[in-house]
């Protein structure tokens, strides 16, 4: 071999060495910016600039962008607040007893506020707060109020969201069934009312949920309740159970 | 010979040299969005910590009939609140409030000074979010504990302070970064501060509330 292939190979062995990036390269990364370089190895799009102003949006189309006026964005959400009210079923709760005698509840009204916890996209668990007043007929001057904190379970009858790939969609409608139980202070006003400390169990529900956006809906629910401890009325016995029914609506917003 | 070989060894010695600054930037984590007070739960609670506000009620008060059958009948009433409140996580805020009570009933009226503690929940989304998902609709529920204290003309009360319950809901119109319009329900129960006239009374309103709230 002689002396100019010995050149060569020598020449050959270098050149990798040169194909390897220098402090110049790094100084010339840092300046630009790190996470620019960095994202642009990923991303790698070569999208120009926008020409500026209303005639440059005329003049010039956009490439490589997303359409996104059919695409929404899912916030995942772990919580939710409700509040709203709704009206006692009058023909569907106990008579109050008003000594030997019996008084349907009509006009009674309900609040209820909630604090819940979805559990799973199909599970939900809530702590509320439940203010109701009942007027009876032919009882003007009488009426009964109640305050309670409960508990409950609520399962969904269809998934709240459903994920397919990486598209997730939010379901509209979706019914779904409670149950939990509450406690607290019940009050019949005037003289022989059956007042003091009450358990509402169980207490169950079934209703639905209509979805007006990715994070706020209405519920609309039967609730049935069935009170323990106290009787329902004036000089009636203090004890057994009674049944009262309401029909609520509230708003849920999920965060 | 030797100089051939002492030649190659050289230029053995320039390659793994340069092999060994191999200068490349890799991205190694995803950058997280740079929201002025970071993109955890404490993302807007640690760049507006505190506010205030102040909120008008409107008060339904509820009639009321005890045991000997004495009845007092509730009437609406108009009062506000001053709100200080101090945001612990960007969904849980505790507040102090003062409410100025007036309470009206047929024959009885009672006016307090009421101070709450009230704990609110807002319906916030996560920072995570917030740069691809504008809210400035926030619905907020609470509860608030406090003690109330009474004067009272057409009876006299043996407890001039009297604890008070409360429970709440409503939304806040966030308008920017500083201000927020608040409009609300709240459940007010006054644990009795024991009329001479009427046993057992104790005054519950439902109150509807609007007011302001400013972040600092």
């Known amino acids: 071999m002689n002396k100019i292939s010995w050149f060569f190979i020598a020449m ?30 990923y991303v790698d799009v070569e999208a120009s600039d926008d020409a500026p102003g209303e005639l440059g949006g005329e003049v010039y189309e956009k490439v490589g962008v997303v359409d996104t006026s059919d695409i ?23 008579y109050a007893g008003f000594g030997d005698e019996k008084r349907e509840s009509t006009g009674s009204y309900t609040t209820q506020i909630g604090l819940g916890w979805n559990l799973s996209s199909y599970v939900r668990t809530e702590i509320d707060a439940q203010m109701s007043t009942f007027t009876f007929s032919k009882l003007k001057n009488r009426q009964a109020n109640y305050q309670t904190l409960g508990a409950m379970l609520y399962f969904d009858f269809a998934r709240r969201y459903v994920q397919t790939g990486d598209v997730t969609r939010m379901r509209h409608f979706v019914p779904f069934m409670g149950i939990g139980a509450g406690l607290g202070h019940y009050e019949f006003e005037g003289a022989n009312g059956s007042s003091g400390f009450v358990i509402a169990a169980p207490r169950a529900t079934l209703g639905f949920n209509i979805m007006l956006t990715d994070l706020i809906g209405i519920d609309i629910a039967y609730q049935y309740q069935m009170m323990i401890g106290n009787g329902f009325g004036w000089g009636v016995r203090h004890g057994g159970v009674d049944n009262i029914s309401n029909i609520i609506a509230s708003f849920r917003v999920n965060f | 010979m030797k100089i051939k070989l002492l030649i190659s060894a050289l230029c053995l010695i320039a390659t793994s040299a340069n092999a060994e600054i191999t200068y490349r930037v890799r991205q190694i984590t995803t950058p997280v969005n740079e929201l002025p007070g970071g993109n955890d739960r404490e993302a807007l609670a640690r760049v507006h910590r505190f506010y205030v506000g102040g909120m008008y009620d409107f008060s339904m008060w509820q009639s009321y009939t005890d045991k000997n059958d004495v009845r007092v009948g509730g009437k609406n009433t108009s009062s506000f609140d001053i709100i200080a409140g101090i945001r612990i996580y960007d969904t849980f805020r505790l507040e102090a409030d003062y409410t100025r009570t007036k309470a009206k009933f047929e024959g009885i009226s009672l006016t307090g000074n009421t101070l709450f503690l009230n704990a609110l929940v807002d319906a ?56 927020a319009i608040d409009a609300g329900y709240r459940y007010m129960y006054m644990f009795t501060p024991k009329f001479d006239v009427i046993k057992n009374f104790a005054p519950t309103a439902h109150q509807f509330r609007i007011g302001a709230r400013i972040n600092f």
Do not use: W
């Open chain 2, 124 to 179: 916030r989304i996560d920072s995570m979010y917030r740069l691809f998902h504008s809210q400035h609709l926030i619905p907020y529920v609470g509860a608030g504990i406090g003690l109330s204290g009474n004067k009272v003309d057409g009876a006299k009360i043996d407890d001039k302070i009297s604890p008070a319950a409360a429970v709440m809901a409503g939304l806040g119109i966030e308008l920017g970064e500083y201000f």
């Open chain 1, 12 to 41: 050959l062995m270098v050149c990798p060495s040169y194909a390897q990036y220098s402090d110049k390269s790094f100084k010339s990364e840092v300046l630009r910016g790190l996470d620019v370089v960095g994202t642009a190895y």
């Open chain 1, 72 to 94: 929404a964005m899912l916030v995942p959400t772990s919580m939710y607040l409700r509040a709203g009210g709704g009206f006692n079923l009058g023909f569907a709760t106990d």
